[in-house]
């Protein structure tokens, strides 16, 4: 079992920054490939950027690309998403979740957290 704990969100203007971080507990998170989502009011859940176990891949979204980074501290168990020029398009509910598996597919994280509120105003 892993538990997931979300931080950082907030408001902010457009074109600002903000830094995400998702805090693991229970087993060992380095084990797990860990990822950000985020729903916005009425739409699907959807994938933003994921690290794998030892932090040396990363993917992202398109609509991220550019302006957002993840990385993780394993001895920290703590997964970071910084985000840059953010944009009112990304205001949503944020995710961090984990899997066991290689995939970047919603279907298979397993643990979520609750998670953290962004609002970008223009």
């Known amino acids: 079992q892993v538990q997931l704990i979300e931080s950082g969100g907030g408001l902010v203007q457009a074109g600002g920054s903000l830094r995400l971080s998702c805090a693991a507990s229970?087993?060992?998170?380095?084990?797990?490939?860990v990822g950000w989502f985020r729903q916005a009011p009425g739409k699907e859940r959807e994938f933003v950027a994921g690290v794998t176990r030892s932090g040396g891949s990363t993917n992202y979204a398109d609509s991220v690309k550019g302006r957002f980074t993840i990385s993780r501290d394993n001895s920290k168990t703590t997964v970071y998403l910084q985000m840059s020029s953010l944009k009112p398009d990304d205001t949503a509910l944020y995710f961090c979740a984990a899997t066991p598996h290689y995939s970047w597919h919603i279907r298979d994280y397993i643990y979520w957290g609750q998670g953290t509120q962004v609002t970008v105003s223009s």
């Open positions: 229970g087993r060992t998170i380095s084990t797990y490939l």
